[in-house]
């Protein structure tokens, strides 16, 4: 399975620009699902659940603003694998991946805000290392320019973020436990693991639905994507 993965890296970052159609493609990837639950919130409440219903709104919110083509990597209560997940969006040479996830901070539970994690220095440098030993590139400098594109691109959502989030929301970027997540190691496209809200904070709603803040906080977060990513209509 690694095998085929990694092929579909090599693949996508090779070609991923003429690898989907005018539109750009926007994957949101609804953390856990079918007998993972993830974490559970103060309240007993399940991650999978809370994560697919901010999917859904991020999806709904993108799709309305139609300049650009979403895909969900699950709908309903299903739980695909990582290799699933990543071959949605690889196959599509989507522009964004976004995989959204929920925290708990049992050390401090009045923790909150947005946590963006990023493939750290030491894990870019492993999946360029596996992209060449197994000769998906022709040289190092192919693959690595195809990585400092991504990464790039990356780099740049994330400042739109943080211009169109609430001044008050704490949003850290961390890139030290990047490779912890097989979405940001074998992804062949630009890919953010979200986490939001924290599910340990009683003084959030953990449960469906949203609160009025917490909606704030999804549709600026998809509104960054638009700004970013869609194709203006003609006027």
Known sequence: MRLQILISIFAGLVFSAAAHAQNPVIVVDAGHGGEDDGYYSWTGHPEAELVLRIAQRIEERLTASGGLDVRMTRSGEGGPSDETRLAIANAAGADLMLSIHADVASERASARGLIIYRASDLARRQVLARTIALGFAANEAEAGA??????????????????????????????????????????????????????????????????????????????????????????
């Open 146 to 235: 195809a990585l400092a594109d991504r990464l790039g691109r990356e780099e740049a959502f994330i400042g739109t973020l943080r211009a169109s989030l609430p001044a008050d929301l704490p949003l850290v970027v961390d890139e030290g436990r990047g490779a912890l997540f097989d979405v940001l190691m074998d992804a062949n496209t630009p890919a953010l693991f979200v986490e939001f809200p924290f599910l340990s904070n009683s003084g959030e709603a953990v449960s469906p639905p949203l609160d009025d803040s917490q909606i704030a906080v999804v549709n600026a977060f998809a509104d960054a994507v638009i700004a970013h990513h869609a194709v203006p209509t003609p006027g």
